[in-house]
């Protein structure tokens, strides 16, 4: 799935992560991170219904982070 397909939970602040969850379309992804790292993660699941989801676009998520990919790769090796 694309992150960048999904409505925003927070029409008022799109710019903020969450989206609404395009399986049960009540529920909340809030965009999982890696709790050492910090790195946004590509998988995801929705705070209601648990269905889990794939972004297919995750290097495009963490550009808009502030990341490329082998900042990514560097980070994740550091902490290994």
């Not at 694309?2 to 602040?13: H, N, S």
């Not at 609404?20 to 709790?35: E, M, S, T």
């Not at 995801?44 to 794939?54: L, S």
Request: a positive charge; proline letters at 4%.
């Amino acid at each position: 799935m694309r992150y960048q397909d999904l409505v925003p939970y927070d029409t008022e602040r799109p710019e903020k992560w969450s989206r609404i969850c395009p399986a049960c379309k009540k529920g909340v992804l809030l965009v999982h991170r890696n709790q050492q790292t910090l790195v946004i993660s590509r998988a995801d699941a929705c705070i209601r219904c648990g269905r889990r989801f794939i972004y297919t676009d995750i290097e495009s998520m963490w550009e808009k982070d502030g990341m490329t990919r082998e900042q990514v790769v560097a980070e994740v090796l550091r902490r290994e």
